[in-house]
Nanobody, 127 residues
Framework: QVQLVESGGGLVQPGGSLRLSCSTSGFSLDDYVVAWFRQAPGKGREGVSCISGNGATFYADSVKGRFAISRDNAKNTVYLQMNSLKPGDTAVYYC?????????????????????WGQGTQVTVSS
């Protein structure tokens, strides 16, 4: 069955970096979109970034230029490199996966209607 397991969260000072990992199983990264979402206390879930089966990437405006999504097909793992972190990036980060048509992906990727979700990993940016 499809499984997603996040790791790499932690406490970091403002301006610091973290790399999150989403270890996947039960499907091929070539066939699914894998996305990163985050949820801060008292707020809704926000789409951060995604990578499609053919390697196309999308980012929320709030993280463009600071975050980078990538994947290693051999390890069935998707990464989120987060640089220049700000206190506003503090949240639980989730990875999610689903089959999404390329035709609708640009408008659909940040909607949290994904079939499969990980358990989340906490990222705290604080001095």
């Amino acid at each position: 069955q499809v499984q997603l397991v996040e790791s790499g969260g932690g406490l970091v000072q403002p301006g610091g970096s973290l790399r999150l990992s989403c270890s996947t199983s039960g499907f091929s990264l070539d066939d699914y979109v894998v996305a990163w979402f985050r949820q801060a206390p008292g707020k809704g879930r926000e789409g951060v970034s995604c990578i499609s089966g053919n390697g196309a990437t999308f980012y929320a405006d709030s993280v463009k230029g600071r975050f980078a999504i990538s994947r290693d097909n051999a390890k069935n793992t998707v990464y989120l490199q987060m640089n220049s972190l700000k206190p506003g990036d503090t949240a639980v980060y989730y990875c999610a996966a689903d089959r999404i048509s390329w035709r609708v992906l640009p408008s659909r990727w940040a909607s949290d209607e994904y079939d499969y979700w990980g358990q989340g990993t906490q990222v705290t940016v604080s001095s």
